[in-house]
């Protein structure tokens, strides 16, 4: 309904013709040459930057008669000739600066000389900066919720301000619009600032590195993905020699496939290398330590070459290079 509306507004408009009424706009403007009934050469660089961020340099400025046919003409000094401008801008700044008062109502707007009283209830009054009308917010907004307002609150809004920061700037009215607290929590901890700055201390650097291929295997396996591959596969097993650094990635369908990757991949690299894997290092994931894994692992190797680490260190993740990728993904 607005938007159909708002169509047949906007096809009533000549815009070869029709001037734009714009509070907003610092200068009456037009491209159209033939508009003005006196023009010179503007001096200055103005120029004026369009929605579509084109630019359109000032190029003469003069003076334009708008006629409505009848006998009410208006005479606007001091406008903008900008060639390439599509519509007529009607500034409402230069109207008010060369001494008329425009007065917007349902259906109109009048331009008005030498008022002499006005009858009518001033439901509120906005200000005029540089060539904006502006209605102001601060204080209506700010009244009507204050009530609700504590220092908890404005120690979020403030990015989480030290409390004691907080004191300082109510005392000394630093921040607009922050109301008189009184009261500040003591002791309070905040959940925000827990989050925020907590962290883990960083993993040191590695002293131990293998001298040999496949004197240890580095093993995770990452998902489920959210999106599964075509072939529906959502895990993959990693695997990274410590020697080498070479990586292999198997994509599995579910975590008990790890199991089996691993079986193939032992098989294969200790063939092609003609040496034996002798230590696997993963973290605590239920892939690496299920009955059947610690089964086949115990079988062929003595328990102690399987590593259980908490967490991974961040090293396995660095290099992406070197890697080689098995699996139909
Ligand atoms: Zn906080």
């Not at 109502?105 to 009858?119: A, Q, S």
């Not at 579910?254 to 230590?279: N, P």
């Not at 086949?296 to 660095?318: I, Q």
């Amino acid at each position: 309904m607005v938007e159909s509306s708002t169509l047949n507004a906007m096809a009533s408009i000549n815009f070869q013709n029709d001037w734009i009424v714009d509070s907003g706009c610092g200068h009456h403007l037009t491209g159209d040459e033939s508009k003005f009934s006196k023009l010179q050469p503007h001096i200055g660089n103005e120029a004026m930057v369009t929605a579509d961020n084109t630019v359109h340099k000032v190029e003469n400025e003069g003076t334009v008669v708008i006629n409505d046919g009848g006998n009410d003409s208006i005479t606007l000094n001091n406008v903008f000739h900008v060639p390439g401008m599509k519509k007529n801008l009607f500034s409402v700044p230069n109207a008010v600066d060369a001494g008329s008062s425009v007065l917007f109502g349902p259906h109109d707007v009048k331009f008005l000389l030498n008022i002499k009283f006005i009858k009518a209830d001033v439901m509120h009054t906005g200000r005029r900066v540089k060539d904006t009308f502006v209605l102001s917010t601060s204080s209506s907004y700010i009244d009507k919720v204050s009530c609700n307002e504590n220092a908890s609150l404005w120690h979020a809004r403030l990015g989480h301000v030290n409390f004691d920061k907080l004191k300082v700037m109510v005392r000394k009215n630093l921040v607009k619009g922050l109301p008189s607290l009184t009261t500040f929590p003591s002791k309070e901890v905040c959940e925000g600032c827990q989050f925020g700055k907590s962290h883990r201390l960083p993993f040191g650097i590695s002293q131990s590195r293998s001298k040999a291929p496949l004197e240890c295997i580095h093993g995770d396996l990452f998902g489920p993905t959210r999106t599964p591959s075509f072939s529906g596969l959502r895990y993959m097993l990693i695997l990274v020699d410590d020697f080498s650094r070479f990586t292999w990635v198997y994509c599995i369908k579910q975590k008990s496939d790890a199991f089996s990757k691993f079986q193939e991949f032992k098989e294969i690299v200790e063939g092609v290398l003609g040496l034996k894997i002798k230590r696997l290092r993963t973290d605590n994931g239920g892939e690496f330590i299920s009955d059947e894994f610690f089964f086949f692992l115990s079988s062929v190797w003595d328990k102690k070459r399987v590593v259980l680490c908490r967490n991974p260190p961040a090293k396995w993740h660095r290099r992406k290079e070197d890697q080689t990728s098995h699996g139909d993904m």
